[in-house]
């Protein structure tokens, strides 16, 4: 018996970019068994788009806007299928992209799979090959703007992106669903860091292909996607990096400390000012300080769950 697929789609105030990416999905050649769309307090007039328009979704309506990771774990809790992908409302898929990808679930060991994603307005550059995962405790979408042409696709990658991502149910029985404290940015990286963890691999699907609009439900808010990138990097690493790698690498991570620094300090500055920029620095110090305490009660369950060595992990990372 085949794999049933479920299709976890948040979506805030984006009905236009909801209505293509349902559209899309209603293309597949390998239709998905079920689409959990989660309502997460939109004021759009969504929930009535989806009971008028689209009956066969099931909605899961928040009633107040709660941040990507509540609303995600919100759908995942809610789906019945043995895998699992994770969408973005800003996102729309080719149409035997879903086919591909459980291909890949059904023949394959790797528990993750990645679809490889281009710019829906510039189709011929590339957004994402699948995620990387640096020493010093940086993420990053391979490929991120390389043309299509000259792009070499990745031997092996490190994670997905949950903005357009296929799990195998399992992952999320074993090592848990996303870390809602980093309410956005960074949180699908520590999850693959805990599936990596845990001992599951990851897999790029090249020939399933999806198009992405690029920041859409951000609404230019650059400052605070620096300010959730500097929180969310420290805590990144103190949940998942073993205490060897962290030493090892302590130059490196110092490093990006400050480059995330300075780019939360750029993007406040040109938003607020240089006063008020300092004043966002030290309330993101603030939020981070409050959540060292669970994430150090955190860290401990996911060391304890560890089933590669410190020395395993590093070689799956990128060193420079």
């Not at 929930?47 to 919100?74: I, K, M, Q, W, Y």
């Not at 020493?135 to 992106?161: K, Q, T």
């Not at 790698?245 to 240089?274: D, K, M, P, W, Y």
Request: a positive charge; proline letters at 4%.
């Amino acid at each position: 018996m085949s794999a049933t697929l479920s299709i976890v789609i948040p979506t805030w105030n984006g009905r236009d970019l909801l209505a293509e990416c349902l559209a899309s999905l209603r293309l597949q050649s390998r239709p998905a068994d079920e689409i959990v769309v989660i309502d997460d307090g939109s004021t759009d007039e969504t929930s009535a788009f989806l009971a008028n328009g689209h009956p066969d979704v099931r909605v899961v309506r928040l009633e107040l806007n709660t941040g990507f990771c509540v609303a995600v774990n919100a759908g995942i809790r809610a789906a019945k299928g043995d895998l699992i992908f994770l969408l973005n409302n800003d996102m729309t898929l080719a149409p035997d992209c879903l086919e591909k990808l459980c291909a890949a679930a059904a023949s394959r060991e790797a528990a993750l799979f990645a679809p490889l994603v281009f710019f829906r307005d510039d189709p011929d550059i590339v957004y994402g090959a699948g995620d990387c995962q640096r020493v010093n405790g940086r993420p990053e979408s391979i490929g991120f703007r390389c043309r299509r042409d000259a792009f070499e696709l990745p031997l092996r990658i490190f994670g997905v992106s949950a903005g357009a991502g296929l799990y195998k149910r399992e992952v999320f029985d074993r090592v848990g669903l996303l870390e809602e404290r980093f309410v956005a940015y960074f949180e699908d990286s520590d999850l693959n860091l805990r599936a990596r963890l845990a001992g599951f691999d990851a897999q790029l699907v090249p020939e399933a292909i999806a198009w992405h609009v690029g920041s859409a439900s951000l609404g230019g808010k650059t400052w605070w996607r620096s300010r959730q990138c500097w929180r969310n990097h420290a805590l990144l690493v103190l949940r998942n990096f073993p205490a060897s790698l962290i030493l090892r690498h302590l130059g490196a991570i110092v490093g990006e400390r400050i480059n995330q620094t300075r780019r939360l300090l750029s993007s406040a500055r040109a938003e607020f000012g240089l006063a008020r920029a300092f004043g966002v620095l030290v309330g993101a110090g603030m939020s981070l300080g409050a959540a060292i305490p669970a994430t150090i009660a955190a860290r401990a369950h996911i060391q304890s769950n560890r089933r590669i060595t410190p020395r395993q992990l590093e070689d799956l990372m990128k060193k420079s």
